[in-house]
């Protein structure tokens, strides 16, 4: 288990002084009813929610709170965490019990469970600048990822659109720019009572949730 143990803090980048936290955080109740990640599970999931919350807010900060909500509910939910857990193998180095060697259907929750129990591990055994590192490194690909608010901008406009006017927005494909396996395209949106606002994107889709974002900035909606 030792020579497991300096291969995950390699593979997670951080050094435990108090190698006990670790251990625990690996530890499912299957393996052990009393010493397990339970706790250490409940706190990892409190303290990742306040450094995504807080993150997210400097990175957005003109973002609608329905938005960062959405954003931080798909950070912090089970499958992102299981994802993570797949990609550093994590169950490779977890201490299961018999009847939970073969993970198959409750899999992921347990994975995951296990990331949020090693982010408590480490809050304990530092302090919140570690846990954000740690975190930043491994959600990193996640946080910056805004899929959700262009589509989440396209659909309040049309919404407001059809609420106040009756009539859906109208996209116009402006042009198409860039090198053929890099294109760049540009799109106009319009709503009645509005001007005509353009979007940039790698793709039409992109191109018009970005001009459906800047005319519901515009529109202060």
Not at 49 to 69: N, T
Not at 102 to 122: F, N, P, Q, T
Request: aromatic content about 10%.
């Amino acid at each position: 288990m030792r020579d497991k143990i300096k291969e995950l803090e390699k593979v997670i980048k951080y050094s435990f002084k108090n190698k006990v936290y670790l251990t625990q955080s690996l530890t499912h109740k299957s393996f052990d009813n009393i010493n397990n990640n339970e706790k250490l599970e409940f706190l990892g999931d409190r303290v990742l929610g306040l450094v995504i919350s807080q993150k997210l807010l400097e990175k957005f900060p003109s973002e609608k709170e329905g938005v960062i909500d959405k954003k931080f509910a798909n950070l912090v939910n089970k499958k992102t965490c299981f994802s993570i857990a797949r990609k550093i193998n994590l169950k490779k180095f977890m201490k299961l019990g018999s009847s939970h060697k073969h993970l198959e259907r409750s899999a992921d929750k347990i994975v995951s469970d296990c990331l949020e129990a090693i982010i408590g591990a480490i809050y304990l055994d530092s302090d919140i600048k570690s846990v954000q590192k740690f975190i930043f490194y491994f959600w990193e690909s996640y946080l910056n990822n805004s899929i959700i608010t262009l589509v989440d901008s396209k659909t309040q406009l049309q919404e407001y659109s059809l609420k106040k006017f009756k009539e859906l927005p109208k996209y116009i494909f402006h042009k198409k720019t860039g090198l053929q396996h890099k294109p760049f395209f540009k799109t106009e949106v319009q709503i009645p009572n509005s001007k005509k606002i353009s979007g940039t994107g790698t793709s039409k889709k992109n191109a018009q949730q970005n001009a459906a974002s800047k005319l519901l900035k515009i529109l202060n909606v």
